[in-house]
């Protein structure tokens, strides 16, 4: 993993209270995660963000996961495809009626299209029209570009969704990843796989498929704080998970103890995203701003739709020097 994000936190003691010195450990090896690739240039999860996004270095590229009719996984946030295609125009007649608050609302869901329909789509004009007829991507296809070069970090989308229509969206991800060979340890050497969820049983049913060889992560968000943040949540956390990774807001001061109490039971921090709250004032940018989230707060890893702004650090820096660099 690149040494550039080897982190020191000498200077911890001028700015924490002994309490939480004590209960302090050093994140040596936090991470960059490529959010939906390069999201903040290109089409979120295309190939074009992805392949930007290597570019830019990062620790590990993450995409979110849905499942298509026929088996594939394919890198798109939402369930559905109206949002971020032309599904409308070209499959006019092949929605699912949703009711949601009173309202009737079409859905295009993606699991009921196979591979070369969702394949005819434009994935691309809804970003910008220079990325006009960019289809969408697969895991496999993100497995081909990655492999030996960068780490890589899928979320399980929908599990539930998948679940009551008989399919298991876990099984699928451990299946493609054991077909790439990354489902040990070993095969991970080069090619390191996080794997994220909102929802707890899908990373317990990625334990019982991969055993110990997934580094599992718990997303959070503010309806979850007390099953995931709150001693107790994060005791809980810890039997199943190795980490957690909470909406950035969730940990910021006055919350920041629960970053520590994380550490204590062993478990990571990886918040998302970088601009989101950004930044306070006293930060010129958004470099600047996760220099503080890793060296102040000691988050282990950073979501960023802006890989190419991830702090770089020299291993030789004092404490001084860095205090001193991210506050100009
Ligand atoms: O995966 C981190 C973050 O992306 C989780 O939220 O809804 O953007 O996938 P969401
Ligand atoms: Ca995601």
Redesign the pocket.
Known sequence: MALRHVRYVFFTAAVLPLSVQAQQQPAQDAVCIA??GAGGYAPFSSMSSFTLALSMKPDYI?T?LQLSKDGVLVCI?DLSLEDQTDVEDLYPNRYTNVERNGQTLKRWYVNDFTLAELKALDSGSWFDPKFKGEPLATFQELIDLAKGKVGLYP?T?DPDFYAARGLDINEALHELLKKNGLDTREGQKTTPVII?S?YEQSLKRLRELGGDNYTLIQ?VWFDQWNDCMTDKGLDRVATYANGV?PFLSMVLPPNESRIYEAHKRGLKVHV??AHEAFPPARFPNRKSYMKYLLDDLHVDGI?TDRPDEFPAVEPAATSASRDEKSRT
Do not use: R, S, T
């Open positions: 959010h939906g993450e979110d946030h979320e989308k994220q909102f997303l990774g998302w995203k979501f």
